[in-house]
């Protein structure tokens, strides 16, 4: 096996034979070939072992061989503990992905400290990546998901998907690799436990090659992916545009897209949207209606759908010396005095200095706040001139308040206050300035 394992390097991850990686260590079967192969290969790397302290002294046992492995292989070593129970129950997540997050994150973090480690190395074999695809297809996921494991993300490589747990314990034993079994792995309450030892030996049972076949599979789908990527680029540009800070899709657009629903999954997916009908009827529905992923929200204003990540607002205020508004604001005000005005516009304000009292305060719009719009007689309530100057939800809930005191000097980006504005008596002009920021 280690000539075919040199072989796929040479093939398919020469970046791996050129520089110094992390290896995950778990202690198991998979890890322990993985280690001994790069080793035997010549590779140059250092091992990263996580303990979840998840199985009391099992887990001190898994921690000391890795160790002791490493220092009979002469490898660097990384070890960390974590609290994998209090993770998830403070994020309110699985223990299995609980696991997963720290692992990563942690691997991150190392990549990023020891610069000579450029990529992550993980043990993941073929049967892994039929597991993942079994689970998958349960799930109802789409072609992103029945392609299973990727061999690379990013700076993560899975060299092993190319050989079977089999192959790896044909070579375990002929080479007499030690390794750690976690007393968990047999257990078929956990659904991939189940799909190891009891769905898979069936299938490959029934069907000699069946490996190699779903390899070819994988090959397949992993193909059309990449055409279905490719044109989904092409229908991105068609149908939405960046403004503001969001994103706009075009609805009509959208409906002219056929079939609509599976355009819909490659266009939103990537945003954590899984409910598809839902976003077929949020295009039939009235303006003001949303539909929201865990990350971001779908709102449909008019022919439009617009679309932002889920962000706290933070409502202010803020008090600011106009002479010195960049420290700590939310959004990118300059301001200065200027002799004279040149025209202005939504992101540019000429207002008499003397109007203003020394401190200024920037804040969001409030329910019963009120100005004096210039071009209009008399007062009006913000909410009244956000609704009829024809603003989506998510630009009314952005809107930003500059006051002087408890009076509206700005409703930043749409309209300046009559009381403020720069007159022939005016001796001195301050000029304020917004800087928009882009998606």
């Not at 629903?261 to 039939?284: C, N, P, V």
Request: charged share 30%; hydrophobic share 40%.
């Amino acid at each position: 096996m280690l000539e075919a394992f040199k072989s796929h390097l040479s093939a398919a991850f020469p970046e791996l034979m050129g520089s110094s990686f992390l290896l995950a260590c778990s202690g198991g079967l998979d890890s322990m070939v993985l280690a001994h192969l790069c080793k035997d290969a010549g590779l140059e790397f250092e091992l990263a072992h996580c303990n979840f302290n998840l199985r009391g002294e099992a887990s001190e046992s898994d921690q000391e061989f890795v160790r002791e492995t490493a220092d009979k292989l002469r490898i660097k070593t990384h070890i960390k503990s974590f609290d994998t129970i209090g993770y998830a129950n403070q994020n309110k997540v699985s223990i299995q992905m609980a696991a997963r997050a720290l692992r990563y994150e942690w691997f991150d973090q190392l990549t990023a400290s020891e610069n000579h480690l450029r990529y992550i190395v993980t043990a993941h074999h073929a049967d892994d990546a039929l597991e993942t695809f079994l689970i998958n297809l349960g799930r109802g996921s789409g072609l992103e998901g029945l392609c299973g494991i990727p061999a690379r993300t990013a700076n993560i490589r899975r060299p092993l998907l190319a050989f079977s747990r089999e192959d790896l314990e044909a070579y375990a034993e002929t080479a007499r690799i030690a390794w750690r079994e976690d007393a968990s792995n047999s257990e078929t309450r956990y659904l991939r436990n189940r799909l190891r030892h009891e769905v898979i030996p069936a299938l490959k049972a029934a069907s000699g090659g069946f490996l190699d076949q779903f390899g070819n599979s994988v090959r397949h789908l992993d193909g059309s992916r990449a055409l279905i990527e490719r044109y989904m680029d092409g229908v991105f540009r068609k149908v939405s545009r960046e403004s503001d800070g969001v994103l706009v899709f075009s609805i009509p657009a959208l409906r002219a897209l056929h079939p609509r629903e599976a355009h819909l999954h490659e266009l939103f997916r990537d945003y954590g949207f899984t409910d598809w009908k839902a976003l077929g009827r949020l295009l039939e529905s009235e303006t003001g209606r949303e539909v929201q992923s865990p990350t971001h929200r779908l709102l449909k204003h008019r022919d439009e759908l617009l679309l932002k990540h889920r962000v706290p607002l933070d409502r202010g205020p803020w008090s600011f010396d106009p002479h010195n508004p960049a420290a700590g604001l939310p959004i990118d005000l300059t301001v200065e005095e200027v002799a004279q005005m040149h025209r202005a516009g939504k992101e540019v304000l000429y207002v008499d200095k003397e109007t203003l009292k020394k401190e200024l305060t920037l804040r969001k719009w409030q329910k019963g706040d009120y100005f004096y719009p210039i071009g209009l007689n008399g007062r009006k309530r913000v909410s009244k001139f956000l609704k009829d100057a024809g603003l989506s939800r998510f630009d009314k809930e952005t809107a930003w308040i500059l006051c002087s005191g408890k009076d509206i000097v700005w409703v930043v980006g749409h309209r300046a206050d009559d009381r403020f504005k720069v007159t022939e008596s005016t001796r001195k002009i301050l000029k304020i300035t917004w800087q928009k920021k882009s998606f």
